[in-house]
């Protein structure tokens, strides 16, 4: 298990999101110029679900987007079991969503299973431990300005950046009854987003204690916990060798 709360290695900017709203593309693009995490997530930072507890220098860029249509795209990707499995290294009573089940069944649940809110609130209201750039998916490409502004990369930055594309996940695929319950299931998030600016820089937290905050504690204490175990299992290996 990759311990969850610390970035170990150096990185210019740290691009994350909670799936689904074109973060991969971001990634790429500006890689080209700075060190950025992993687009594939082989580092494990894309999704963080709390901000890192080092590197407080780093600038942070966060993308959200509809979550009817985000949750769509986890869904048709079959990505709801990673996802959630990823959330489960913070809350770990949360349930692991089975890979064949559907979006029409997720729907019914009328709850935010993944948690798409509970971590855009840790990054834009209850933990601003670095200073971030919040952009919409839906007006990430009229803002490309901005991005280059915020990071101080070279104009072929929005030169080169690829065009539009028409998004794979459409509401329009879905039946009207299952958009219908996603839009309940998020009305509070949605309602969050409108009253957001877009875009808006957010400053760093001059005094900020993420150890007073449980789900810093219980995540350190799990992580811990994980390799306690994994150097049980490892000695009882070496135990075994000798035999």
Avoid at 70 to 99: G, M
Avoid at 154 to 178: A, G, M, W
């Amino acid at each position: 298990m990759k311990n969850p709360l610390y970035i170990r290695k150096h990185l210019d900017c740290l691009i994350v999101s909670s799936g689904g709203v074109g973060t991969t593309l971001l990634i790429k693009e500006l890689s080209k110029w700075l060190v950025c995490n992993c687009p594939d997530n082989t580092d494990g930072y894309k999704h963080m679900f709390l901000p890192p507890l080092n590197c407080p220098d780093l600038k942070v860029i966060y993308i959200y987007g509809d979550p009817v249509v985000a949750t769509l795209s986890l869904f048709r990707r079959k990505y709801q079991t990673t996802q959630s499995l990823l959330l489960r290294k913070y809350i770990p009573d949360n349930p692991v969503l089975d890979i064949d089940m559907t979006i029409e069944e997720y729907a019914q649940k009328k709850r935010d299973i993944l948690h798409l809110q509970d971590h855009f609130t840790n990054w834009f209201s209850r933990f601003q431990a670095h200073q971030s750039l919040f952009l919409s998916y839906e007006t990430l490409f009229e803002n490309l300005e901005v991005i280059q502004n915020f990071l101080q990369v070279p104009n072929d930055f929005i030169s080169d950046f690829p065009p539009l594309r028409e998004r794979k996940s459409k509401l329009e695929d879905t039946t009207t009854k299952t958009v219908h319950l996603l839009c309940q299931s998020y009305e509070a998030f949605i309602e969050q987003q409108k009253a957001i600016p877009k875009p808006l820089i957010l400053e760093k937290q001059t005094h900020y204690f993420p150890f007073r905050y449980k789900i810093y504690r219980r995540t350190l204490f799990h992580y811990l916990i994980s390799k306690i175990e994994l150097a049980r299992k490892f000695k009882q290996y070496l135990h075994r060798r000798k035999k």
